[in-house]
């Protein structure tokens, strides 16, 4: 009935999902299930933050909770190693899952040679549905080469062989920002360097200062406005080649270790869907109808692949409600209520429109918006934990008190903004 194009969180839970609802399901997957999340991005990543942040705890903090700890230090290997366990375990997890729902995983690369056909290696499998779950891959930066070593993405800032003594990262996005606090937090010297005025981009105006303050203290060396023309690789060390956006002199910067994050593309190379009749849209993404059919008939797409935040639980959810309709049913995302967790330290968490946004959109349809805030320096809770960095701020339409977005910067803001 349905063979879903990538094992990821858009593509395992589609096809699971498609199972459950008592379709024949098969899942093709070139590298492990999973998909960026479980393997190369959330998980791990998440790991290495929950080592970093008790490491800081521990070396910097340890004396105002009462603590003496004398001679602390971590093994690069096992800090590593620990969060490569927690993918592949996860990764297995998403392959029982296939076994019990009874997915059939085809292992190998997909092509799409008509609607209605899928080619993995020399097989062509036949379905009435097909849903393209491929995902994202780093963009990349010209001049500027990866070599996962020591100029790497977000993938190989994963497996480093040894901690560096100093990064550069390159954008001041999520995946930079993330990165960056777990190197920064377990003793590198981490430079940002940012095109743009300010960090974050799309987030509230207010939460992108306030980040920025805090980052700063923290010791981050933001180098806002900023672009990098070039790098070169010599002896084990990296050289880059900067100068401000707008224009102007250029100078060098050394590091250890370079981190490219300016932003992620959707992953359709390869897939020859263009046979089947497909396009991509201005941005490489493949657009879709309110039931996530592409502009061919029985072929779906959903996740980082299509237009909306690349973020997992927007992919997964996607994956359900596709699911659905193949099934005959209606599936539902609302697109306008999907929250984004920042998971540095504080947390940056947000939904719904930001301030500038709600502006606009009042001052277009003639109503007015207030604005709630909140220091974390004034709750008893933070004060009594002290983590008192942030804020909560909430924006409402005035005269209706409906909640129009939800913006926190706090140390727990990721679990708070669900609320
Ligand atoms: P993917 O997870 O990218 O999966 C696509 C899969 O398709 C891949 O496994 C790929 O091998 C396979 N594939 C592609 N083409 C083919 C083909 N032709 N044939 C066979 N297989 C193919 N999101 C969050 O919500 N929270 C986070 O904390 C978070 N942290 C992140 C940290 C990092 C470092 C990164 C890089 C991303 C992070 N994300 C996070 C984003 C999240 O990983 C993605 O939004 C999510 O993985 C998208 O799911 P997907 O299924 O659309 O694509
Ligand atoms: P991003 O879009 O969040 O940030 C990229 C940054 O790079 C921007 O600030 C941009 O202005 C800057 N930039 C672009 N070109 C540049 C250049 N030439 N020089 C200097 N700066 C430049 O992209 P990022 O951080 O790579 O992450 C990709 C996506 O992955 C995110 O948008 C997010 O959807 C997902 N992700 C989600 C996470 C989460 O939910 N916690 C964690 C990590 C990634």
């Known amino acids: 009935d349905l063979i879903v194009i990538g094992g990821g969180p858009a593509g395992y839970v589609a096809a699971i999902r498609a199972a459950q609802l008592g379709k024949k399901v098969a899942c093709v997957e070139a590298d492990r299930a999973g998909g960026t999340c479980l393997n190369w991005g959330c998980l791990p990543t998440k790991a290495l933050l929950k080592n970093a942040e008790l490491y800081h705890v521990l070396a910097h903090r340890a004396a105002e909770f009462g603590f003496k700890i004398e001679g602390l230090s971590y093994d690069w290997s096992t800090v590593i190693g620990r969060s490569r366990k927690v993918s592949d375990r996860l990764a297995g997890g998403i392959e029982f899952l296939f076994k019990k729902n009874k997915v059939t995983w085809l292992k190998g690369w997909a092509t799409i040679p008509a609607a209605g056909k899928v080619q993995v290696g020399d097989e062509v499998h036949e379905a009435k549905n097909i849903v393209i779950a491929t ?86 060396n933001l180098r806002m406005g900023t672009k990098v023309t070039g790098a070169t690789v010599k002896g084990g060390m990296a050289t880059l080649t ?38 991509v849209n201005t941005r ?76 606009a959109h009042a001052s277009a349809s003639g109503s007015e918006i207030k604005v709630g805030k909140f220091p974390m320096m004034a709750n008893s809770r933070a004060k009594t934990n002290r983590t008192t960095d942030g804020f909560v701020k909430v924006i409402a339409d005035a005269k209706t008190d409906r909640v129009l977005g939800v913006h926190i910067i706090a140390s727990i803001a990721g679990s708070m903004i669900a609320e």
């Open 284 to 359: 490489g993404q493949i657009e879709i109808g309110h039931d996530f059919q592409t502009n061919v008939p029985g072929i779906y797409a959903i996740g980082d692949v299509c237009p909306g935040p690349m973020l997992a639980h927007k992919a997964e959810d996607e994956g359900i409600a596709a699911a659905e309709f193949v099934a005959g049913l209606t599936g539902i995302v609302n697109h306008d209520v999907i929250p984004g967790v920042v998971y540095t330290y504080p947390e940056i968490a947000s939904v719904g429109l930001t301030e500038e946004e709600a502006k």
């Open 242 to 279: 900067v100068e401000p956006s707008a224009g102007g002199a250029s100078e060098t910067i050394e590091a250890d270790c370079v981190l490219v994050a300016i932003g992620r593309r959707p992953n359709t190379d390869g897939l020859a869907m263009e046979k089947a009749g497909l396009t």
């Open 135 to 220: 995902g994202s891959e780093p963009s990349s930066l010209p001049g500027v080469t990866v070599d996962e070593t020591i100029v790497v993405t977000s993938t190989g800032a994963l497996t480093l062989p040894s901690i560096p003594k100093s990064m550069v990262v390159i954008g001041a996005g999520v995946i930079g920002l993330e990165m960056g606090s777990v190197y920064a937090r377990l003793g590198t010297e981490v430079t940002v360097v940012e095109y743009l005025d300010q960090l974050l981009p799309g987030m509230d105006g207010e939460v992108r200062k306030e980040a920025a303050k805090i980052f700063k203290k923290q010791g981050f």
